[in-house]
């Protein structure tokens, strides 16, 4: 393993116990991401997407395997160490946004910043990170505003701002346009993608080809398993097959 | 996280449901205003009779029939074994050395009239001339009762405040005739305020010679049974030092002029500590009762702000879930809920401490009842409250603290 490995997964097997039946969701996933990739990952409902998301963003354990984030061992750790990683490594970035509607977008993009244990930063200071932050998905003027009065593509910027404000290792988006129309969607990835040659690691879910096109590197979910064989890039109708199912 | 960051998330999570939150803390801000203000009004009373019987005169000893088995008097044994006599406040006066004042008391209840004016259940007191130096009341206008008076039994009456108010008004009761029972009595004196002592409302009794009672207000068949029975004889003594050897004296007298020994003794000697104790410690007791009354009304006040977390875990899990996935820890989230318990049930108990404050003042105002808020009710009440709030703010922000954070960011 590389310095700048920042996922590797070692046959992760997450099973679910569903009363008397059990439902494997992964299935023995190896996966390794390296710093300042832009990955896609693509598969039909039930594929262990949303599983392999809940894995790489800590907020789950794999049953069986390893998961080494920049590094790090987490596949064993408990949940107040997975949050205190959560909040270094990892920023989030939801298809339903997921900000506090009563709050402001600075109060939004401020709540990593706030369950942070290293160091103690000064209001002043917050307040210029996450102005920051908002300057870089370019909404530097509705600081002051709630979610309420945004719209869905300026509440999906003010969470990518909420992502990136600690600097994580991972930036990790669950269908980041699903809830968007086009021209917003567009938008959205372009932000990503401009990350992306800022020199950030994005792990990116996703059903819609389009995106999974602005991606450096597109692997596809089927049963739990990654199918090894298959480039988005080379095959983007089977994309698209998976997006519709 | 910082606690002022715990504090400010708190508040926006109060803030947010303002109403709601007010509802939430009626129960503590009730429940702490009543320890205060039911302490404040138990401390005034308290306060007020305690005062009252130490106005009623000092150095004072008071002799009176026990309660008890031996209350009944034989027919067997002779009429004046039991029963305490005017002889015996007699003897008291003359063989007890150290001693400054005998006074007693016999009370009666009449029907009293002057003219057209008439009042029902007057208390009539049969009493002798040192009664307002030992009982520690002084006259308006005219003159107390004199040996005299009590060597002829004569038909004279001395009023209290309220009386003479009633049954004169303005003019000058000196010199008229009232009819007291059936007797008429000439009104020679009145007595300035005194007020109410206890049960005791000084101001509206009469005050006539202690012989005058045996002759005309004894009924009769019984004249021979209770004879010159009294009810109280207070003994002043003269040094406060003197107290013990004064009781003893006085209880060997006693027991000598009943046939019996001071064991048996028939009567009780007590001090006005010893009435002092015993109403504080009826006074205590009432204390203990309210005591629980709010402790019941405080608990009943946490269980409504566990109820209302538990709501407010709820509504809020995606909240919850959002925090979780951007780091906060199980022990943030349970602090974020039990620091807004705590919020709310502090918040209430000071509401609480200002409404039990004020409300104290309004039953003094408006009550004419008097209050004495004691400062440690204040600080009972409020660390009642945020224990309140911790016991039953822990379940709630425990649950929440235990939530999926999966689970909770689905939850709609």
Known sequence: ?245 | MKLTEVLRVAGEGIARNKLRALLTMLGVIIGVAAVIIMIAISAGTEATITENIQNLGTNLLFVSQSMGPQQAPSRTSGMNETILTYDDAQAIQSSISGISGVVVERDITELVKYGSTSVDSVSIIGTTPSYPEVRDVSLASGRFLTQNDIDKSAKVAVLGYTTAQTLFGNADPLGEKIVVGEVRVTVVGVMGKKGVVGNTDYDSRIYIPLTLVFEKFTFSPFARVQGDQVGTVLVQVTDLKNMNNVITQIQILLAKRHETTVANLPFTVRTQEDIITTQESTTAAFRELLAWVAAVSLVVGGIGIMNIMLVSVTERTREIGIRQATGATPGDVRGQFLTEALLLSLTGGLIGVIAGVGGAWLFERIGDMRTVVVPSSILLAFASAAIVGIFFGFYPANKAAQLDPIEALRHE
């Open chain 1, 1 to 245: 393993m590389s310095d700048s490995t920042i996922i590797d997964l070692n046959q992760i097997t997450k099973i679910y116990q569903m009363g008397d039946i059990k439902v494997t969701a992964l299935d023995g996933v190896n996966l390794t991401v390296y710093e300042g990739e832009f990955l896609a990952i693509m598969g039909p409902s039930g594929s262990g997407k949303s599983t392999l998301m809940n894995i790489l963003g800590c907020l789950d354990r794999p049953t069986n395997g390893t998961y080494l984030l920049a590094g790090e061992d987490v596949s064993r750790m408990n949940r107040e160490q997975l949050a205190r990683i959560r909040n270094q490594k990892i920023g989030f970035i939801f298809q339903s946004y997921n900000l506090l509607t009563q709050a402001t977008a600075i109060q939004n993009v401020l709540m990593p910043v706030v369950y942070r244990r290293n160091g103690r930063i000064s209001n002043q200071e917050r307040l210029k990170m996450a102005h920051n932050a908002l300057i870089s998905v370019g909404l530097m003027d509705r600081d002051r505003h709630k979610p309420t009065e945004m719209s869905g593509g300026q509440q999906q910027r003010v969470a990518i701002a909420r992502a990136l404000i600690n600097s994580p290792a991972l930036i990790l988006a669950d269908e980041p346009t699903g809830n968007l129309d086009s021209h917003s969607g567009a938008e959205i990835m372009e932000i990503l993608q401009n990350l992306h040659t800022q020199g950030r690691t994005i792990v990116m879910i996703t059903h819609d080809a389009k995106n999974s096109a602005y991606a450096e590197r597109t692997l596809h979910l089927n049963d739990g398993k990654i199918d090894e064989g298959m480039a988005a890039k080379d095959l983007p109708e089977m994309a698209m097959a998976g997006g519709a199912a």
